[in-house]
C-alpha cells in the first residue's frame, strides 16, 4: 500500500500563506493521481485540488481558484498545495488523497474515486 504523510498545516491569520505537502511512500510506481481534500466539522469531505502524476494536468474547486496551487515533485514523490489569501472560512482538516493503478478515473473531483488517504493537517485561519 503507499502511505501518506501530510504536513504544513497550523494556524495563520486571515491572508497568511501556508504550504502543505503530502509525502508517498511504498508502493508508489503506480501513482495515477494525487489530490487534495478538505472536510470541516459537521461538513461532508470536499475537493480542493487535484494533480495527475504523469504531466501536469491540475484541477481545481472554483472556490481556491487564483488562491491555491497544487505542485508535485516525482522524483521525491510528494505533492504540495501553496494557500495563499487565506480567509477563516477554509479552516478544515486538509488530507491527502491517491490514486492509484490503471483504469478509468470517472471524476477526480469525486473522493471515492481513490484509494488512499493520509491522516490530514489541520489549516486554521483566525479573523
Known amino acids: 500500500q503507499v502511505q501518506l504523510v501530510e504536513s504544513g498545516g497550523g494556524l495563520v491569520q486571515a491572508g497568511g500563506s501556508l504550504r502543505l505537502s503530502c509525502a508517498a511512500s511504498?508502493?508508489?510506481?503506480?501513482?495515477?493521481?494525487m489530490a487534495w481534500f478538505r472536510q470541516a466539522p459537521g461538513k461532508e469531505r470536499e475537493f480542493v485540488a487535484a494533480?495527475?502524476?504523469?504531466?501536469?494536468?491540475?484541477y481545481y474547486a472554483d472556490s481556491v481558484k487564483g488562491r491555491f496551487t497544487i505542485s508535485k515533485d516525482n522524483a521525491k514523490n510528494s505533492m504540495y498545495l501553496q494557500m495563499n489569501s487565506l480567509q477563516p472560512e477554509v479552516t478544515a482538516g486538509y488530507y491527502c488523497?491517491?490514486?492509484?493503478?490503471?483504469?478509468?478515473?470517472?471524476?477526480?473531483?469525486?473522493?471515492?474515486?481513490?484509494?488512499?488517504w493520509g491522516q490530514g493537517t489541520q489549516v486554521t485561519v483566525s479573523s
Open positions: 488523497a491517491v490514486r492509484y493503478g490503471l483504469g478509468y478515473i470517472s471524476d477526480v473531483r469525486t473522493p471515492t474515486e481513490y484509494n488512499n
Open positions: 511504498g508502493r508508489t510506481f503506480n501513482t495515477y493521481f
Open positions: 494533480i495527475r502524476w504523469t504531466g501536469d494536468m491540475t
